[in-house]
């Protein structure tokens, strides 16, 4: 990050947390979004696995989802502490009640809204998934999108994403979307 004095754009007040569904977007879109504003971009699942020197598949498997949700909520708290940033969650994180107090105390929640086609067309190749490890894993998705919509939904802004839109398009309609309703988390430069 460079010196405050010569930085241009938009100022990030409070951090930025994006939620949805596994291969709506939030990591690649939320590393474009802190480029383009010069701050820092954080993961939480990538924060997770650093603490805990395994991937979130292995934790599932070995400690299962209740401690791994637990975790999450102890890592989104310590981050949202930190200096503002644009900060990915995994796809459950968003559904914990107290995830989602915490995050609206403390920052604001954007919904990056893809449709299931697209996260399917995203993901299906994915092993990295571990919720999507079963049987019919195209099944599996649909039932946690129907499932998690209603609280997703719940986010302070929605922004939808669409397959043709480049991760710079995307960015720059998150970017718009707080600067038109949240000028307490980014506000133009004076």
Same mark, same amino acid.
């Given at each position: 990050?460079?010196?405050?004095?010569?930085?241009e754009g938009?100022?990030?007040? =409070?951090?930025?947390?994006?939620?949805?569904?596994?291969?709506?977007?939030?990591?690649?879109?939320?590393? %474009? *979004?802190?480029a383009?504003? @010069?701050?820092?971009?954080?993961?939480? @699942?990538?924060?997770i /696995?650093?603490?805990?020197? &395994?991937? *979130?598949? +292995? *934790?599932?498997?070995?400690?299962?989802?209740?401690?791994? #949700? #637990? =975790?999450?909520s102890?890592v *989104?708290?310590?981050?949202?502490?930190?200096?503002p940033?644009?900060?990915? %969650?995994?796809?459950? !994180?968003?559904?914990?009640?107290e995830?989602?107090?915490?995050i609206? !105390?403390?920052?604001?929640?954007v919904w990056?809204?893809? +449709?299931l086609?697209?996260?399917?067309?995203?993901?299906?190749? #994915?092993?990295?998934?571990?919720?999507?490890?079963?049987?019919?894993p195209?099944?599996?998705l649909? !039932?946690?999108?129907r @499932?998690?919509?209603?609280?997703?939904?719940?986010?302070?802004i929605?922004? =939808?994403? /669409?397959?043709?839109?480049?991760? @710079?398009?995307?960015?720059? &309609?998150?970017?718009?979307?707080?600067?038109?309703? &949240?000028?307490?988390?980014?506000? /133009?430069?004076?």
């Open positions: 990050m460079g010196d405050t004095g010569t930085r938009p100022i990030l007040l =409070k951090t930025v947390v994006l939620v949805g569904m596994m291969g709506a977007g939030k990591t690649a879109v939320g590393r %474009t *979004i802190a383009s504003l @010069d701050v820092p971009f954080r993961d939480s @699942d990538a924060e /696995e650093q603490a805990a020197d &395994r991937s *979130i598949a +292995e *934790i599932f498997a070995r400690d299962g989802e209740p401690f791994f #949700r #637990r =975790k999450e102890q *989104i708290g310590r981050l949202l502490e930190a200096e940033s644009i900060l990915s %969650t995994g796809g459950g !994180a968003f559904l914990s009640a995830n989602r107090a915490m609206s !105390a403390r920052g604001v929640s990056l809204d893809a +449709e086609d697209l996260l399917w067309a995203r993901v299906r190749h #994915r092993e990295t998934r571990p919720l999507l490890r079963t049987a019919d195209r099944g599996t649909a !039932a946690l999108y @499932d998690r919509v209603p609280v997703y939904a719940l986010a302070d929605t922004v =939808k994403s /669409e397959p043709n839109l480049s991760l @710079d398009k995307m960015a720059a &309609r998150v970017t718009q979307a707080l600067l038109a309703h &949240r000028p307490d988390v980014l506000k /133009e430069r004076a």
